[in-house]
């Protein structure tokens, strides 16, 4: 059985608990969760949906759609979280100070976040943003993992330089230790590998330790 066996019985069972526009209408703050982040478009979405079921977050061709935070349930203890994407230039000024204020408020305040997901599109990676976020992970101890999505527009060859490229920038550039994969929507490449990752955050060896203790 692979570690992430229990993980993946729980996705398919996701459900949608709410949307919230200010940091105030979350969720209670606890137990863990995993929130998916990235430049508007880049794939969070579709990606939350290939590793839950289809059709659980809203995905469009139009950039911008996910506005709110959005909560899923795996189950008690357990959530993943759907960002806004950030870096849309044609959402109004007013707006993109909103999402900016509530998505730091979100990111610094969240005491169950335990992992982030930055989802970014293999064709335009590590954008100014997704550098800061990075940065943002690295300083605050959260680990974080990058989805290249949209794998499937590159051939394979040229998909793995890429990963590579990236892998490299991290590193060397950016001295982030986060981990990198492709990742494909379509044709659910990756899926597997991200589940372990997922599994490793919201199933982390301490907690079970703890609760055997209790049980003795
Ligand atoms: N070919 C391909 N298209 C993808 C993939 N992932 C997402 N898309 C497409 O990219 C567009 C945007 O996807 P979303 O999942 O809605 O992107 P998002 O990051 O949630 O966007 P916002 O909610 O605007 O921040 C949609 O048209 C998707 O069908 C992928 O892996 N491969
Ligand atoms: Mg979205």
């Known amino acids: 059985m692979s570690s992430s066996t229990p993980l993946v019985s729980l996705c398919q069972q996701a459900t949608f608990i709410k949307s919230a526009s200010l940091v105030t209408q979350c969720p209670p703050d606890i137990g863990l969760e995993v929130a998916f982040a990235g430049r508007s478009n880049a794939g969070k979405s579709s990606a939350l949906n290939t590793l839950t079921h289809a059709r659980l977050a809203r995905t469009s061709k139009t950039p911008g759609r996910t506005q709110l935070i959005n909560f899923f349930r795996l189950d008690e203890e357990r959530r993943l979280v759907d960002l806004p994407g950030y870096g849309y230039a044609k959402v109004p000024l007013e707006l993109k100070a909103h999402w900016q204020q509530h998505l730091d408020a979100y990111l610094t305040g969240r005491r169950s976040l335990a992992g982030l997901v930055l989802v970014m599109d293999l064709r335009h990676p590590l954008s100014d943003f997704d550098c800061m976020m990075l940065e943002w992970a690295r300083k605050s101890g959260i680990p974080a993992h990058v989805l290249l999505s949209k794998a499937d527009k590159l051939a394979f060859g040229a998909a793995k330089n890429e990963l590579l490229k990236?892998?490299?920038?991290?590193?060397?550039?950016?001295?982030?230790?986060?981990?990198?994969?492709?990742?494909?929507?379509?044709?659910?490449?990756?899926?597997?590998?991200?589940?372990?990752?997922?599994?490793?955050?919201?199933?982390?060896p301490e907690v079970e330790a703890g609760q055997a203790d209790g049980e003795s």
């Open 166 to 204: 990236v892998q490299a920038r991290m590193r060397k550039e950016l001295r982030s230790d986060a981990t990198v994969q492709l990742f494909s929507s379509p044709k659910r490449q990756g899926v597997e590998q991200a589940h372990e990752v997922l599994a490793g955050w919201l199933f982390p």
